[in-house]
């Protein structure tokens, strides 16, 4: 376990302690629940944003419902767990009650037992897989929607009045940047030092495929968007990374079924002339002739698990002759639909940093509870300590530092600003990460590469030019830099 | 409307033309030369609304078949731009003037377009540009439909969020646009309460029908959306990527698919053509009012010549009808008086309004500062405070419009309680002309003519649009403020950081107040400016509209009473022939309003 782990797992144990006999002891305990269990990630976004789509996809199983119209109503946790199993949470209560489900036809189907949407505070939904192991995925529903009392509970999520938010990081899904969108992110951070932004969430431009019009090329168009997004002043604030990702392909590569294959096969073996004026439009796909391969039904499902872009991409694949099994079909529509892409950022910018971000919910948390209790004796002390571990935790001072250089603070040479931010990881953890090399680098590279930056950044730190933020933030940068040598220095050994 | 139809309305304006020169009318001559211009060209404005990235600049490109209005991927619309008809293509910017408040435009390069009208902009452009209108060579904009593609509701940076909703203020007709991955959002639907309240032909078009097999399903959803919020529209499901290959292809059945195809129809024939007809409707009730006009002499004189007998009742009752008319034409009618205080009245309570909505939105944005930190919240502050002004304007505008429309109906009846009809309440016509036949519908025609029919046309034509339509959203900007070193204090803990930050606190609320307030005094001086400057045109058009009515009634009523005082000491054989020759024109003209009133009766059903 980590320093910060250490010492949060310390003052928990004091806090215990301190207020060992009184209510507050139950929320205490909460904390450390918490802080054992995986990390918490939420995915929130605008109605119809795919956000139930890329959870699926994230899942690797077909388990949050979807459909055309608005579909999640509920605040939805999914969660590894040795049985299946849904808890639901009735509004205003502590207490689950179990409830029955079934799964004939993919996607989960919850008996709310009696209950409506609307007095449901959330359903957990326990369901053993790898994939939910290390992450607990929380599905939200959509924001503007014509459905008040649904966009409510996913503010009121997000952004409770009373405790603190209960995800650790957030997923915010967007078709494009909103203003509206920008009000739900927004109203998930917090503008105070202790609790700094743009290091906890991450943009996905999530029906990225559309954007381009589902043409071939969309993915690429989308890159760019999403790189000119990733400069935008106010979002960069509030978010690390935008990723493009075409949702429904992901959903649909990670659970291709072998039908699904060879009906593509049946299809790509058509000439492109031939098959290509019913790749025009999703009508004229169903509604081709009956010389076609397929029935219209057939044809209809296809479109409706890959999406126009994703039966040309597909049909794309399976000419070049690159593809044979559904496997490789599968991985080929992975990778460009940016989900490998996804996988790779959540496991090393939420995973590698999952303890941090656990310790850093935690000890806000438990900061809440010492105010609301400044005259039980040893409160205030505990609080002080609270504030000292905050203030001088190299990684919580990396995220300040970083989140300081998003907000746009501090002032300095944009290839400094640059440098300085993956040095303090808002690429990854990962040394490549923090160095901006190629993952394949090798320790020498790595070593060199770092004690190259450090000897710059020392060099510009003494510089009596640059402003006292800046210094301030160098000397973090130093710090990480010299972090990554001691233990690039023992991997060697 | 047919060309047919037209030249067969053309015609009877020209005879009314001929009638009235032929008989000394030159005012009504000149009335009815002033319609033919007008009619043969009636303007049809389509502005084209909605949220940004929904497909409108594609839709507008599609529809003309021309790459006038910029598309990509990323980048949206950030000013409207105008494309009509014009013989080769052309552009230009319009540019605010310091001396001409509709301001002026600048020529520019017609292969540079996007980078007048996108959000990327032009860094170094030599002016500010609010606005672009093009010209092109298109059949579809020949019988002088102008599309107007307008900025998208919620894109970063954009603070046009409303003009798309001024331009509706110019607009004849409303397209939404709203693609088909999704069902309507909130944001949308109140988007479209407010537009149904500015103009009232909207079209609902659904977009990118080629991309989501669900269309169908999203259409339907968008139906009972519509129908719980009591919006009767029009959903129309189109592919402007469809309709760009049947384009490229000159495939006819992929045009039919696209979904274009119909709603050009639509425009035309239930939109377009249905204007066009109403303002040949409008001519043709024109020269209906003109042939009574030119009768009323000639059927005083022939009820003279008839029965000489009714000379003295005839006389007191034509001198009766001048005194009214006269006294329609007097400073102290009541149709003037009406107006004169109703424009004041008007002015005051535009000027009241906006006031009392600025006060408002100042106080909200007080109790905002007052809460927040002015330096955090100031990114989503400025654009909140620019959004909800305009919308304000918008509301001001609506106001604006309801209220000058109730005053020209209030003018009006007025206007005809004092005598506007008079000419029908005389008693000069004699039982079996065939004008006294078409008198009970040409009485309610005339009416129509000389009051509601010109009420929303009248103010479309007072309003600056320039004003709704490009300078919204960005008649001044906020004060930005002044940037202070915040002490980051990245190492500092959380207490000693907040000590740091109450220093400059203060001082930033204040001065962010004070930039709010001088915003919203610029905006009200601007606002101010143009609902006056609108005000006036209102008052000059409804002015000069019944002016000219009380003109010719008395010119009418005047020579109705010289023929008949000035025909009693003629011989009975000469009497006789008279009332032939009389008899025969009141003939013709009452033929030529047979005509018009066929016209009218056929387009109303039609």
């Known amino acids: ?493 | 409307m047919s060309e047919q139809k037209r030249q067969e309305i053309q015609a009877l304006v020209n005879s009314g033309v001929k009638a009235a020169t032929a008989y000394e009318r030159p005012d009504l001559a000149t009335r009815l030369s002033a319609l033919t211009v007008k009619a043969a060209k009636p303007d049809t404005t389509i502005a084209v609304l909605g949220q940004f990235k929904q497909g409108k600049s594609s839709l507008v490109n599609s529809l003309v078949g021309a790459t006038v209005c910029s598309v990509d991927d990323d980048i949206a619309t950030a000013v409207p731009t105008f494309v009509r008809y014009g013989e080769t293509d052309a552009a230009w910017a319009l540019v605010p003037d310091d001396d001409n408040p509709e301001g002026r435009r600048e020529p520019i390069p017609v292969d540079q377009l996007e980078t007048y009208t996108t959000e990327r902009g032009l860094p170094d452009a030599p002016f500010e540009v609010k606005g672009v209108e093009v010209e092109i060579p298109r059949k579809l904009l020949q019988n002088g439909i102008t599309f107007i593609d307008t900025p998208g509701v919620g894109g970063l940076g954009s603070a046009y969020a409303t003009a798309g909703l001024g331009t509706l203020s110019v607009a004849e007709i409303g397209i939404f646009v709203s693609d088909t991955s999704q069902e309507l959002t909130l944001a949308e639907l109140n988007y479209l309460q407010q537009a149904n309240g500015l103009c009232s032909n909207l079209v609902f078009v659904a977009t990118k029908i080629d991309l989501y097999p669900a269309w169908r399903k999203v259409v339907e959803l968008n139906k009972a959306h519509l129908a719980r919020a009591g919006l009767e529209i029009e959903i129309i499901p189109v592919s402007s990527y469809l309709r760009d290959e049947a384009m490229r292809l000159s495939d006819k059945k992929i045009n039919e698919e696209s979904g274009c195809a119909h709603l050009v129809r639509e425009l035309r024939t239930t939109y377009v053509e249905r204007r066009e007809s109403n303002v040949w409707t409008n001519a043709a009730k024109d020269v209906l009012s003109v042939c009574e006009q030119l009768s009323s002499k000639l059927e005083a004189e022939l009820s003279v010549y008839e029965d000489p007998t009714r000379t003295d009742a005839l006389v007191s009752e034509l001198e009766n009808a001048k005194t009214r008319s006269e006294s329609l034409r007097s400073n102290l009618s009541r149709w003037q008086i009406t107006l004169n205080d109703g424009i004041q009245e008007l002015n005051a309570d535009i000027d009241h309004d906006f006031r009392q909505r600025i006060r408002t939105i100042t106080q909200e944005a007080d109790n905002a500062i007052e809460d927040g930190d002015p330096l955090t919240i100031w990114e989503e502050f400025e654009p909140w405070l620019v959004d909800i002004v305009s919308q304000e304007v918008v509301s001001n505008y609506r106001y604006l419009t309801e209220r000058s429309m109730a005053l020209s109906h209030e003018v009006a009846e007025h206007f005809v309680d004092d005598g506007g009809n008079l000419l029908h309440e005389l008693n000069i016509y004699t039982g079996d002309h065939p004008m006294s036949k078409v008198q009970g519908d040409l009485a309610l025609e005339m009416k129509e003519t000389t009051t509601a029919a010109k009420g929303m046309t009248l103010l479309k034509g007072s309003y600056s649009g320039m004003l709704m339509c490009t300078m919204l959203g960005s008649l001044v900007a906020v004060a930005p403020l002044t940037p202070i070193a915040v002490g980051v204090g990245l190492v500092m803990g959380r207490k000693s950081l907040k000590d740091e930050k109450a220093r400059g606190l203060k001082q930033r609320k204040s001065e962010a107040k004070v930039s709010v307030r001088r915003y919203c005094e610029e905006v009200q001086f601007q606002v101010g400016k143009d609902s006056r400057s609108t005000c006036r045109k209102v008052h000059r058009q409804l002015r000069d509209h019944y002016t000219m009515r009380a003109e010719e009634l008395n010119r009418s009523t005047a020579e109705a009473l010289k023929a008949a005082t000035s025909t009693v000491q003629t011989s009975q054989a000469e009497r006789n022939q008279k009332v032939r020759n009389l008899t025969a024109e009141i003939g013709r003209v009452a033929d030529l309003a047979k005509k018009c009133e066929l016209v009218i009766q056929s387009e109303r059903k039609a």
């Open chain 1, 1 to 493: 376990m980590s320093d910060v782990g250490v010492r949060t797992n310390a003052i928990l144990e004091k806090a215990e302690q301190v207020f060992a006999g009184t209510e507050a002891l139950v929320e205490v305990h909460a904390i450390r629940e918490r802080l054992d269990g995986p990390l918490r990630v939420a995915i929130a976004g605008k109605v119809k944003a795919g956000k139930s789509t890329l959870l699926n996809a994230l899942v690797g199983e077909r388990l949050a419902p979807t459909d055309t119209g608005e579909c999640t109503k509920i605040v939805t946790w999914y969660k590894d767990g040795v049985t299946y199993n849904v808890d639901l949470f009735p509004t205003g209560s502590d207490q689950p009650k179990q409830v029955k489900f079934n799964r004939d036809d993919d996607a989960l189907e919850v008996d709310l037992g009696g209950y409506g949407p609307e007095d449901v505070d959330r359903l957990e939904v326990t369901w053993p897989t790898s994939s939910l192991r290390r992450i607990t995925l929380i599905d939200t529903p959509g924001v503007d929607t014509l459905n008040a009392a649904a966009e409510k509970k996913t503010f009121d999520f997000l952004d409770p009045d009373d405790t603190d938010t209960p995800a650790d990081a957030v997923l915010y899904l967007m078709k494009h940047i909103h203003s509206s969108d920008m009000s739900l992110l927004e109203a998930f951070h917090d503008d105070t030092a202790s609790h700094p932004n743009a290091i906890n969430a991450i943009a996905v431009l999530s029906r990225a495929d559309e954007v381009g019009g589902g043409r071939i090329d969309a993915m690429a168009s989308a890159k760019k968007i999403s790189k000119r997004y990733g400069e935008e002043k106010r979002l960069r604030r509030l978010v690390q990374l935008v990723v493009p990702v075409a949702g429904l392909l992901a959903e649909t590569a990670t659970t291709l079924t072998e039908t699904e294959f060879r009906q593509l096969q049946q299809l790509a073996e058509r000439k492109s002339n031939e098959i290509g004026p019913y790749l025009l439009s999703a009508d004229r796909f169903i509604e081709a002739t009956p010389e076609t391969p397929l029935t219209s039904i057939e044809r209809e499902q296809l479109l409706g698990r890959f999406g126009l872009f994703g039966v040309r991409q597909s049909l794309a694949l399976v000419r070049s002759g690159n593809v044979s099994t559904s496997s490789e079909l599968a991985a080929g529509l992975k990778e460009r639909s940016g989900i490998v892409k996804l996988h790779h950022i959540l496991s090393t910018l939420f995973m590698g940093r999952s303890e941090v971000l656990k310790a850093r919910s935690a000890l806000w948390r438990l900061d809440r509870t010492c105010a609301a209790y400044p005259d039980h004796p040893g409160s205030a002390e505990l609080s002080l300590e609270l504030e000292r571990i905050v203030s001088s935790a190299h990684p919580f001072r990396e995220l300040s530092a970083l989140a300081s250089l998003r907000s746009g603070w501090i002032k300095g040479r944009d290839n400094d600003l640059e440098t300085l931010e993956q040095v303090l990881g808002v690429n990854g953890t990962l040394p490549s990460q923090r160095l901006g090399l190629d993952e394949s680098s090798s320790n020498e590279e790595l070593r060199a590469a770092a004690a190259e930056q450090h000897q710059r950044w020392q060099r510009l730190a003494g510089n009596p030019m640059v402003s006292h933020d800046m210094q301030t933030v160098i000397d973090v940068a130093v710090r990480s830099l010299e972090g990554e040598m001691v233990r690039l220095s023992a991997d060697r050994k």
